[in-house]
């Protein structure tokens, strides 16, 4: 081999031995770090509820229990089943028609999960083959609290009663301003306001006398109100007679035997 031949092949020699180390220094300078996993704060728990129950004095405890059963497997659920078609299925599951989950209005904010206590739950009206149940609750989803009343119509089936519809509350936008008797009510201990309830107070749609007979009997007794004007009957159940309670002149609320009693102050003229 020539001296010239073999001084220009030591040097490529040389050259393809430090390019190498050259281009692996490069490479492992460009290498992607590896992902690492973002850890998430777990979601803060929803209240503990439990299970409502009928009184064992009640006029037909079945009533209720169908209306407050429907109401529960509507308004509550576990992360992921939010939906209306696994609301539907809880239904379903309880023997009532799916297709109420439809009309549940309020009863199915859009969250992943909910809980939901139902307060109390009272006749809007008994009859032999027909009933109105007021199911009053409190609900609950990620960050926010609040809650609604159901009217919830019923038949009489074999063998049990069947929901058949349902008219949750509507209570409409808070007021600018309220009344005097309005803001009181609203900061009173001893009246224990539901959702709903509270909502009618804070649209302004309660009539000044209803309010003041609450602050009378505040001063005496501790109430927990049921039904102002939202969620009850057009009309008194059975009959053609308009309530008056959708124009809210009429409360429900019950005392410390936990009955509930009506108030209907006496109308002027």
């Known amino acids: 081999m020539p001296p010239s031949l073999g001084r220009r092949a030591l040097l490529l020699g040389t050259g393809g031995l430090l390019a190498g180390p050259m281009g692996c220094s490069a490479t492992s300078r460009t290498e992607a770090a590896p992902a690492t996993s973002v850890s998430r704060p777990p979601l803060p728990p929803l209240p503990t509820t439990t299970a409502w ?3 064992r004095g009640d006029v037909d405890p079945d009533v209720k229990l169908r209306a407050v059963r429907v109401v529960e497997a509507i308004g509550a659920w576990p992360a992921g089943q939010g939906g209306a078609a696994a609301a539907k299925k809880r239904v379903a599951a309880l023997g009532a028609t799916p297709s109420l989950v ?3 209005g309020a009863l199915r ?5 909910a809980a939901l206590q139902v307060i109390d739950a009272q006749y809007g009206g008994i009859l032999a083959d027909s009933a109105s149940v007021l199911v009053v609750c409190r609900q609950w989803t990620p960050g926010h609290a609040g809650g609604t ?5 019923l038949s009489r089936a074999r063998p049990h009663w069947e929901v058949t519809d349902l008219h949750p509350a509507r209570p409409g936008p808070a007021a600018a301003a309220l009344p005097m008797e309005a803001e009181r009510v609203l900061a009173e201990p001893r009246i224990g306001l539901p959702p709903a309830a509270e909502a009618d107070i804070r649209g302004g749609h309660v009539h000044p006398s209803v309010l003041r007979a609450l602050l ?3 001063g005496t007794y501790r109430m927990d109100l049921g039904v102002i004007r939202s969620g009850h009957p057009l009309y008194v159940f059975g ?3 308009p309530s008056d309670h959708p124009p809210g002149r009429a ?3 019950g005392g410390s035997t936990g009955t ?3 108030i209907r102050p006496r109308r002027a003229g």
């Open 53 to 55: 129950r009928p009184d």
């Open 102 to 104: 439809d009309r549940a």
């Open 109 to 113: 904010p859009d969250a992943d999960r």
């Open 149 to 153: 009343t159901v009217d919830v119509r």
């Open 216 to 218: 009378s009997l505040a």
């Open 239 to 241: 009959t053609d007679r």
């Open 251 to 253: 409360s429900t609320w």
């Open 260 to 262: 509930w009693s009506s």
